[in-house]
Every structure is written in structure tokens, then in C-alpha cells.
């Protein structure tokens, strides 16, 4: 005789509600609950039946993830990695799978939204994108739950990492540190990432006083050590060159290293580097890189239950923005200035 949910209620001795909310994917569940769900469910043998489910409850328990990166990086980008990582730990953890969303399903063409109702997706986050396009705006407007990762869209919740403060926190160190010429090296202006940080960078410089001289101001490309690396040494080769350079991540470390050590220059005696992410790889670096670490495991986990959340709950779930806050982390190659 098989074991039915019945079973595990009576197991665990909880209602039978509460045990169907838990194999259902219900986030106002308490994670006790769930785990004392779970385990008594893996006790007495009983594993739902994921047709059974998508019949009874009328979702399909996949959910669409949209990443499109232009720098072809793929899965190996550090930090979208981390954050996709936990957004599908944590949507495994309510019962949900994932699927990749992009324009093509063998030799059949079709837009995201067309590929997201193929796939039947309960919901999608749009993780890594150009927001501005028509066809995003089609799949937000379509009706089915989105959640969107450093970008907002009215009427849908969306996880922002503090892009504002962080790069002021750098900015504030420099100057802590005696720098005051700073220059920049950003991101494309695709994304209102990039803009945040732009201007959070200039209002820091005029907060304290400091001026942005023509050609400090320099766009790269984030996840691109070589791009980066020719701006660095285009900073280093002007005459009033500047003692500390801010790069658009920590991927284009390496690639600035290199451009400092191939002008006979060093870090951070000769110039100061500073990063943004946080990613371990770039911390295996000498001189260990000074950067602003973004939340990445809690921006996927909040991407996922917010998600989840307008998927179980479309009337009542919020549609606000969570901002995620950043925090500097102290490194070796943004260093003390005693030029003036």
C-alpha cells in the first residue's frame, strides 16, 4: 500500500494543509516546519507526485531564468554565478526546477516570451539582460510573475544591490587614504547599474571637493581584463596621472596589474587599484584586491522567494524593491598617498 500525504501529516503531527503547503512550495511556511515535513516524509517513504501536483494545483513547478550576457562569459561569470547558484538552491528548496530561457529550442526560433510559454514557466527572473528592449518589455507585461535582479520595473518586486553606497564607500576610503585623483574605470551605460555608480561616483568626488579631470571618467566593460587593461595604462600615461584607479569589477584586476607592472609602476606604492563584487578568485591575487562585496547568495535567495511568492500569492505578494546592502572589504592594492 502506498504512502500518501495522510501519512506524513500523521507522522509529523501536523494537518494536512500545513503538510501540503510545504510539498507545494508555499513560502509562509516556516523553515522548522518544513524541515520537520521533510524529514518525516523521507522516514516513512513517501515522495510527491510532481504530475499529481501540477494537476492539482495548476503550475508546472519550473521556473525561467533569463540570463543573456554579452561578454559570452556564460555560467563563468563570478559574480551573476553566485547569485543564480543561490536563487536555484533556494527555489529547489520550495520544489520548483529551473529553465534556461533564450531564443532558441533547436532549430525553432522564438522571443523569450514565446520560449517561457513553451516551457509552461510558473514564473521567470530576469537576471542578466538589456531591460530596455522590447521584447523584456514583453515578457513583464505578459502577465506572468517576473522578478528582476539590479533593474526595476513597475508593478513586479526586484532585488537591487546597493550600487549607490558602494561605490562610495571606495571613494571615501581613497580619500581616507590621501587620494585625490581618483579616476574611474566603469561598465557599458546599458544598464542602470552603470549609471547608479556614475553618479555615485561624481556626487562622492564633489562631496569631498575634488575635482574629475577630462579622461578620468572612462568607459570599459564589466568581466573584461583586457578592455580594462588598456585604460589603465592610458590613466598611467597622462600627465597628471592619477594615483587611484576604481575598476568596474574585479574580473579586470589581473588585467589591470598587468598594465601597471608593464610601466615599470607598482600597487599600490605607485598607483592604487580597487575593484567591485567581491569574488573570491580575485582575493588569490598579491597584492590581495580592495573591492566592495555584493551580497550575491542573498540576492538570489530573495530573487526566489519573492518569486515564488507572486507565483502562490499574486494578489497580496509586494511588489517593492529589496535593496541589498554591499560592505567594503579591505585589501592590499589601495594603499596610502602622499602626493599631493
Known amino acids: 500500500m502506498s504512502v500518501t500525504i495522510k501519512d506524513v501529516a500523521r507522522s509529523c503531527g501536523l494537518s494536512i494543509s500545513t503538510v501540503s ?17 521533510m524529514e518525516a516524509a523521507r522516514e516513512i517513504g513517501y515522495k510527491p507526485n510532481a504530475l499529481a501536483r501540477a494537476l492539482k494545483t495548476n503550475r508546472s513547478y519550473n521556473l525561467g531564468v533569463l540570463f543573456v550576457d554579452d561578454n559570452i562569459s556564460g555560467l563563468t561569470h563570478p559574480f551573476f554565478a553566485a547569485v543564480l547558484n543561490a536563487f536555484k538552491a533556494e527555489a529547489e528548496r520550495y520544489g520548483y526546477d529551473i529553465t534556461f530561457i533564450n531564443h532558441n529550442i533547436g532549430t525553432m526560433e522564438m522571443t523569450y516570451l514565446e520560449h ?57 576610503r581613497a580619500v581616507a587614504l590621501g587620494h585625490r585623483r581618483i579616476a574611474y574605470v566603469h561598465g557599458q551605460r546599458n544598464s542602470r547599474v ?11 568626488m564633489e562631496d569631498h571637493d575634488l575635482p574629475v579631470p577630462e579622461g578620468y571618467l572612462r568607459q570599459g566593460r564589466y568581466d573584461d581584463g583586457e578592455n580594462v587593461r588598456t585604460h589603465v595604462q592610458a590613466l598611467l600615461k597622462l600627465e597628471d596621472q592619477p594615483t587611484c584607479i576604481l575598476m568596474p569589477d574585479d574580473a579586470a584586476y589581473v588585467g589591470a596589474l598587468d598594465a601597471v607592472r608593464e610601466l615599470g609602476l607598482r600597487v599600490p606604492e605607485d598607483v592604487s587599484l580597487a575593484g567591485y563584487d567581491g569574488v573570491r578568485s580575485a582575493q588569490v591575487v598579491h597584492p590581495r584586491l580592495t573591492t566592495v562585496r555584493q551580497d550575491s547568495d542573498a540576492m538570489g535567495r530573495e ?8 507565483i502562490v500569492h499574486p494578489a497580496s505578494a509586494p511588489c517593492d524593491a529589496v ?3 554591499s560592505e567594503l572589504m579591505e585589501g592590499e592594492s589601495l594603499g596610502k598617498n602622499d602626493l599631493p
Do not use: M
Open 21 to 37: 503547503k510545504v510539498f507545494n512550495g508555499y513560502p509562509d511556511i516556516s523553515e522548522a516546519t518544513r524541515r520537520q515535513v
Open 116 to 172: 517561457c510559454r513553451y516551457r509552461n514557466v510558473d514564473g521567470v527572473c530576469l537576471a542578466c539582460v538589456d531591460f530596455f528592449s522590447g521584447e523584456v518589455d514583453e515578457l513583464v507585461e505578459s502577465g506572468i510573475p517576473c522578478v528582476t535582479i539590479d533593474h526595476s520595473f513597475e508593478g513586479h518586486p526586484s532585488i537591487i544591490s546597493d550600487n549607490l553606497n558602494g561605490i562610495r564607500l571606495l571613494v571615501d
Open 194 to 204: 552603470t549609471e547608479n555608480r556614475i553618479d555615485s561616483f561624481l556626487r562622492a
Open 303 to 310: 530573487a526566489a522567494q519573492r518569486l515564488i511568492d507572486h
Open 323 to 325: 535593496l541589498i546592502r
